[in-house]
């Protein structure tokens, strides 16, 4: 049953399919299915893979976005299945004192009794995806630069402007390869959401923190809820007179069995991934962005830890910003560890070579090239900044003061103009937030503790060769170390921005009424601001050059895969797609062997009785008593919990329907192993997992442990 | 391949198996094996199990104790293999400036290149197993409490005294089933051990700590010595025309590959088990002695960590108590762990239970029960007093001043009598290892943090019934906890003993010397003195009584247990036992399983550079260049390492030599599992399992990475 690979044969298999698509790697737009019909068939798939293509028909039809993440219609009567974490807000929003959702769930006993999500919340139905690259491009084409970034970003605005004339509808344009294809995605936006089904928070999020990541899982990630539109059918805010949405299409949950090996197939809404960045671009994450992300952040942890073992209210203010880079941290790390150990710069750098060489003998070779050496001099001008980049963007992510009156000064340059001609975070819609930014830095700051984090950021940054360094922060900080301590005492005697009142005063302020208040803090922030807006346009820039030239690097990709008989999905970008692999083991490291489903005598191992290894007591119960039905996995005389499939997915594949060779919902994935981390860059078949909720699992607390009947019904599910 | 078992199926195996032996339990007398011939030849052995009985003959004969663990003679030559943590005061010992073999291993490339062991270091050939049992208690009979332990304790020492008179042996009396059978062990002392072969620390103890208890593992635990003699073939200390040892038989190292299922067998000299307690005594351990220990631990690491981290030099002083205390805490939170996973409490009581039911249809019932009720009354006297006996043993314990006075005043107590009739550990013998602990106060001891301590182990002290307080205790420290600032500040003021000549100055005062003093902790020590003897001669009496009346206890079980057709082995005691069973895989927890062979990727794996995984440059050269010729695994196309077999062990194990089937040497014991600390207690089939080097992985290193040719001769090995 085990599938070891030994070290001689990973390498040769890395380099055989050296950065390609490997059997089971692949992100794929329904719309590219068909092409690669043979391989799905042969992995087991049962349906027509032309179906998938259709977003139209099912089961593409039944796969929806809901907030921010992934889920699906599981009744015919509108019934959403997403994650519990994805649904984690509604569950919120309708918890008060005395009705605590979170902790003991949330069954709705009838249609009456079905809670409203907080108003913001959507769940959005793909019904249109049209490739739109000529219209987008047309009044780019011949331009460079910046240019070309405000023609693509103008053609976009238009297009979606139209598109969303339609009331009902949300619209956006897809940028597929880096710039080569782009397409416009219409939505249908259900505005009226209602909470119907949520297991205890120690269910749904079982193992929290700890378990994160981790294989093997035990948690019931899942929630239940219903999209209700307007009478007319048409979407419609939340009224009492809403009747549920009527969707196309539904899954039907599985009530077959499932074991390792079985196909499995996902649809949803991953988020980003970087899999055909040049090869420049893996070795300079792998061998400097990770590194020194993880060797930054050590310090400014150990800056702020050091200054909070002396100040117990400072280290309390700081808690959730050390908690932040914490995280920050460990991904980075969990990042590079997973691109060391697929040695992915050189698996990269090969595959690149390789398609070099077979590009070189194509007849339109020279041009390629060219844009691609142009591409390359773009990404080469990047890297000569990459430390002061790394450093100016942690001075203004990780402060609280000077980061207030970079955004005061901003907001009041931004302000004058039209609100559709300023600056993306500056207009309008954006008040509510930056006034809370601005609140929060109450909660958050310490002086000593902010000037010893930017004095260790700046004496770095003094550090830089010449080259790097921008005149406005060597006139605001000066040039010297020795200069720093006096500055920045200077500069936080002389502000008045720790105080709340005087903070949001200063969001009706114009720039010169700022000029004037002689406040140190705003008096630095105005020095600042022309040469933050200047690095701003050269990042804009820089992209639009990228967005120009890329696709030439892109389609010779696509070439060369072709050659080999291959086909190349694009990088993630938050649009629907589809991955299919199988139900799959996984060996983590040597003499360790994971199996690819667990069972709730897991969750007894794991209880403690205290977060997040608190099983409630009617589920211990209900796993002591066994009375498990036709949920149970007979080859295991248990009931299952979660399980493991070899799907590719990323950030925001939350929520995704996970269907077998027929098309039936038999699990919902949740999460990916640690050792996937570093996937968003390259897929390993040996370490890339993805871990989802067993659909017996939740058919089996429906039936057994937080009783609904109806839900079962509904969802055309035997009663137990 | 894996063998699984549901929640039910293990509580109805444990119900069956009640506390009884499991197919693969036992720590068996050699002399016991005919008995089980049949379930020896069922698990797959292929020899005579007779022939394993007599310590004359091969392989028993080949067995040795070594360092105060186990061994085997490998070459007819005496060449001894054991474990490189069990040889690495030799190692050690022969480390100097300049010469480093802790880092680089050694060779000897021949006979005059062996090195010296340390003076006191011993190879023993266990000769003599004689049943003694009447002889022992000949005197004993009628007696009873500490009249029975003094009896017992002169036959012993008269008996160990005649055949000791031989010189060349060293002899000792084996108390087997708690009292009920004594033998008269006789083992050749050889005194002149040598070096051979070590690896380097990074290969010998890969994994350091960290790895310590961990399965998956990746260690080359094993070093060569060879046992030399004089020329007349009798024991000697070294001398340089000392000859080789020529053991009556050796092992041979196997050529054959082994895997998953295949029989194991196992000999050496494992310490101390109490699987045979009493019910109430397992109900005891679980219920109050072991988490009463941790959180007692956890208090006093507290007590110690808060006064550090106030005075960095107290920190340091205390560094290796608390590293010690640490170490307490976490191997009594295992065995805790691993007993309630294995619901040990219950699973003893029931086996009891259905024995007593058994026993009192027999004949002897009444009288074997009044003596069993009788060994329950001392018990219990012993529960009644635990909180108090825990924490005078801290006390004395975990001071360093305290304890220093208490020593000195015993020593002076002792020091007048005859050497025979001291105290053991107050004898002639003992005053090196005395001078050297008094010397070490120094190092370890800061006045705040014992009076820290002191006042914690006392306040919990003052809170017990007065049924367990100890009048001399309340003299000295006071009843009320407002009594303790005010005494210990006195006593500590008081005192001349943190000062180092004064400690070792009053190792030469008489008691009134040490009275005239006028030193306040020599003052109470003098007071508390008679109290301590008085618990420890109660404590006597006790161990005298159970020594009388656990024999009934045990008679029972055997007899309960032959009429189920099951042998009874006795608990581990540092004599000569066989354990056998088979290489096994193992499943840790829900989803995770463990595969029985490590292979030489798992070293790359987790290889970091720095200790404790710092695999050695040519290991990880050789690792790449993949060149494992004769001893590569065929089925995983690689070289193993460690192999994990489900035999039964515990500390004194390490070095036992694992044979196969046919005899063969297949590997080297050195480690157990985490999950199997609590097997002391009790063995749970499920997590029980012991760790061993596998032979292919030494062969190879000898062949290919540290090579001597010599020694692979000498063994009769292939050259690779």
């Known amino acids: 049953m085990r599938h070891r690979l030994s070290a001689l044969s990973v390498s040769l298999l890395l380099a055989l399919g050296a950065g390609a698509a490997h059997a089971d790697e692949g992100m794929w737009m329904p719309s590219q299915l068909p092409d690669i019909a043979r391989q799905l068939k042969a992995a087991g798939f049962k349906g027509k893979p032309g179906d998938l293509a259709e977003l139209a028909r099912p089961p593409m039809n039944a796969v929806v976005k809901v907030g921010g993440a992934s889920g699906a219609f599981v009744s015919k009567d509108g019934l959403v299945l997403t994650n519990h974490h994805v649904a984690f807000g509604v569950v919120q929003y309708n918890s008060k004192p005395g009705r605590d959702l979170i902790k003991d769930g949330y069954i709705a006993s009838d249609r009456a009794g079905e809670l409203p999500a907080n108003p913001d919340y959507r769940v959005l139905v793909t019904t249109g995806f049209d490739r739109v690259t000529d219209s987008i491009l047309a009044a780019a084409r011949g331009k460079q630069g910046r240019a070309y970034y405000d023609a693509v970003d103008s053609a976009s605005k238009a297009a979606v402007a139209k598109c969303e004339s339609e009331p009902g509808y949300r619209c956006s344009i897809a940028n597929m390869y880096y710039g080569t294809d782009f397409y416009l995605v219409r939505q249908l936006e259900l505005r009226d959401v209602r909470l119907v089904y949520a297991p205890p928070n120690d269910i749904g999020n079982y193992g929290g923190e700890v378990d994160n990541f981790v294989w093997p899982r035990h948690a019931g990630d899942f929630t239940l809820l219903r999209a209700y539109v307007g009478k007319d059918g048409k979407p419609a805010d939340y009224s009492a007179d809403n009747v549920p949405y009527v969707p196309p299409a539904h899954l039907q949950v599985s009530t077959r069995n499932v074991k390792d090996g079985d196909f499995a197939m996902l649809a949803g809404y991953p988020g980003v991934t970087f899999r055909h960045r040049m090869a420049s671009e893996f070795a300079n994450q792998i061998q400097w962005q990770l590194p020194s992300r993880v060797a930054l952040y050590q310090r400014m942890i150990d800056v702020v830890e050091a200054g909070g073992s002396k100040d117990e209210a400072a280290r309390v203010s700081y808690a959730s910003q050390v908690r932040g880079m914490k995280n920050t941290l460990k991904r980075a790390q969990g990042e590079l560890d997973g691109l060391r150990r697929s040695d992915a710069a050189k698996v990269r750098r090969d595959d690149e070579s390789a398609m070099y060489t077979w590009l070189d003998k194509q007849a339109d070779a020279a041009a390629t090239r060219a844009d691609i050496d142009a591409a390359q001099a773009v990404i ?121 009142a005087t903070r949001l005063g200063a969001m009706e302020s114009d720039s010169a009424t700022l000029a004037e208040s002689g406040d140190t803090l705003l008096k630095a922030a105005a020095t600042l601001l022309p040469a933050i807006q200047r690095l701003d346009d050269e990042s804009k820039a820089s992209a639009g050059e990228l967005l120009r030239l890329r696709p030439a690097y892109m389609r010779a990709l696509i070439a060369f895969r072709k050659s080999q008989g291959r086909a190349v999905y694009p990088d993630a970008n938050s649009t629907l797609r589809v991955s299919y692999g199988r139900i799959s083991a996984m060996d983590p490291r040597d003499g360790v062997h994971y199996l690819p489903l667990t069972t709730v005598q897991g969750i007894v191992e794991k209880h403690t009785g205290e977060e997040p290894f608190n099983a409630p007591q009617p589920l211990r119960d209900a796993i002591a008593k066994g009375d498990f039905g036709s949920t149970a996995e007979p080859s295991l005389g248990t009931q299952t919990v979660d399980l493991m499939t070899n799907l590719d997915t990323t950030g925001g594949n939350s929520g995704s329907p996970v269907l077998d060779a027929k098309g039936d919902l038999i699990a919902l994935n949740f999460d990916s192993n640690w050792e996937a981390v570093s996937a968003s860059w390259m897929f390993d078949p040996r370490y890339k997992r993805a871990i989802h909720v067993d659909m017996r699992y939740l058919r089996w607390l429906l039936a057994k442990v937080y009783p609904a009947p109806h839900l079962l019904k509904e969802m055309n599910l035997p009663a137990e």
């Not at 900044?385 to 003061?401: F, H, K, P, V, W």
């Not at 109450?442 to 902010?450: D, G, K, L, S």
Request: glycine share 6%.
């Open 380 to 500: 080469d001008q990047g890297v000569a900044t990459r430390e002061r980049d790394q450093l100016l963007g942690a001075i203004q992510s990780q402060t609280q003061l000077l980061r207030a009156a970079i955004t005061l000064q901003r907001w009041a340059a931004e302000r004058p103009k039209p609100d559709a001609q300023r600056e993306t975070g500056y207009q309008q819609r954006d008040e509510v937030l930056i006034t809370g930014q601005l609140k929060q830095v109450q909660r958050r700051y310490a002086p000593a503790i902010e000037k010893a984090l930017l004095t260790e950021l700046l004496t770095q940054y003094q550090a830089l060769p010449v080259t790097q360094r921008v005149a406005e922060f060597d006139a605001v900080f000066g040039t010297r170390p020795a200069q720093l301590k006096t500055r920045l005492d200077a500069l936080y005697a002389g502000t008045k921005l720790g105080d709340e």
